[in-house]
């Protein structure tokens, strides 16, 4: 599974779920706000757009291309 962490009116998260989209417009990914959390704001809150393998733990942050998203997902 795939996280995206992102925050409010972010016009750069609203460009990673367009690439995400492009990359397979079927693969699920779960849209968490950091500033639901002051631990994952404090995390990612100047990273924001950040994609997370929830089986891997990596991590891919922005910029990220749709070349960049395939090659994070193998």
Known sequence: MIILYSGPHCCLCDDAIALLNEVDNNLGFEKVNVRD???LFHLYGARIPVLKRTDTNNELG???TA???I???K
């Open 37 to 39: 959390s002051h631990e």
């Open 62 to 64: 922005w910029p990220f």
């Open 67 to 69: 070349e960049d998203i």
């Open 71 to 73: 090659k994070f997902l």
